[in-house]
């Protein structure tokens, strides 16, 4: 016997639920292993496209910026607050000269074993794993401003640009196709796979460096939690806001030097902040450079010393910006 509409409708909208709409204690489960392996649901993520965010899934990330208030309990100190504000700097330069300048852009070259620790250094930052965020990028330079482009502001809208988009279901998977020239080394994959464990490693390294000052060195004002609290959570949080802002503020606030095909902007504060990220429209215009400030009042912290690590023989074929690059192609400020 045929059976009736109602019963059609019932049947597809049945042969349309994933396993894990269907078992919600397996998609609870799939997302408690994927807080330790980025990569645990990759094959049913490997399709969607999903704008929402997955409330589940970010929570880590959302308790990090909660237990920034911790800071009314444990106080602060000189030490602690030299400790962040020289993991920002460290893990800021490690973001924007090793998974942006050398990961994403391959704008130098370096061995093995430099590339390596170029990898922990950036995952120390918070910032998922160096196959996730090059292909992310890699991604974001191909349809920059377009509708598929993740975090363009003027598709989706400041909020979105800056921090949505990181949280969505959509942009959890790493997009390893996009990167199979970092794919082929299994130690960036172990990195990219367990994003949580170099984090994990510094914050208990930043809770033990504060106990052992509080018990030997007690005048200095410090504790195992005020050394993790300013040195990890806090650090952490604004390190990941002063990137986002590339994403969203250098697509809106700023001047034009170039006619690149988008939004972006150079952003001298910006530029300060990120350590030369923020020479934004210099980089979409021309980003197989190592070098984002184009010329020499433009300070671009990254290429400094990426220049000094070029000289110490840890990098070298450094890609500057040819001068008929630099000059062509120029706009009237706006």
């Not at 852009?105 to 590339?115: E, F, I, L």
């Not at 598929?148 to 969505?168: E, K, Y």
């Amino acid at each position: 016997m045929p059976a009736s509409g109602a019963e059609t409708a019932s049947q597809n909208r049945m042969s349309q639920t994933s396993p894990t709409q269907a078992n919600p204690r397996r998609s609870l489960a799939r997302t408690f292993v994927a807080w330790f392996d980025s990569w645990a649901a990759a094959p049913e993520s490997s399709v969607d496209r999903s704008e929402k965010i997955d409330w589940l899934r970010v929570l880590p990330f959302l308790g990090l910026h909660i237990a920034v208030l911790a800071v009314i309990w444990v106080g602060w100190s000189p030490i602690a607050l030299a400790v962040a504000a020289g993991l920002y700097f460290v893990r800021m330069f490690a973001i924007t000269a090793f998974y942006h300048r050398y990961f994403s852009h391959r704008t130098y070259r370096t061995s093995r074993v430099a590339q390596f620790c170029f990898a922990l250094l950036g995952a120390s930052a918070v910032q998922r794993g160096p196959l996730w965020w090059a292909a992310h990028h890699r991604h974001h330079h191909r349809v920059s401003d377009g509708p598929t482009d993740a975090h363009s502001p003027s598709q989706h809208g400041l909020f979105w640009s800056h921090v949505g988009w990181i949280l969505s279901k959509g942009n959890f998977r790493t997009r390893v196709e996009l990167v199979g020239d970092l794919a082929k080394y299994p130690e960036l994959r172990f990195l990219d796979r367990f994003d949580i464990v170099v984090p994990a490693l510094l914050g208990g390294a930043l809770y033990g460096l504060g106990a052992l000052l509080e018990a030997y060195a007690p005048g200095l004002g410090t504790s195992g939690w005020q050394m993790f609290v300013w040195g990890f959570v806090i650090s952490t949080v604004v390190l990941a806001h002063a990137t986002f802002t590339i994403n969203s503020l250098s697509h809106v606030f700023g001047w034009q030097r170039y006619e690149s095909g988008d939004t972006s902007r150079n952003n001298p504060f910006l530029a300060l902040l990120t350590l030369g990220e923020g020479w934004h429209i210099n980089h979409h215009y021309y980003p197989g450079t190592a070098r984002q400030g184009f010329y020499w009042w433009e300070l671009d912290i990254s290429w400094l010393i990426l220049r000094m690590m070029s000289a110490l023989g840890i990098v070298w074929d450094l890609r500057g910006v040819p001068v008929e690059v630099r000059e062509s192609n120029r706009k009237a400020r706006v």
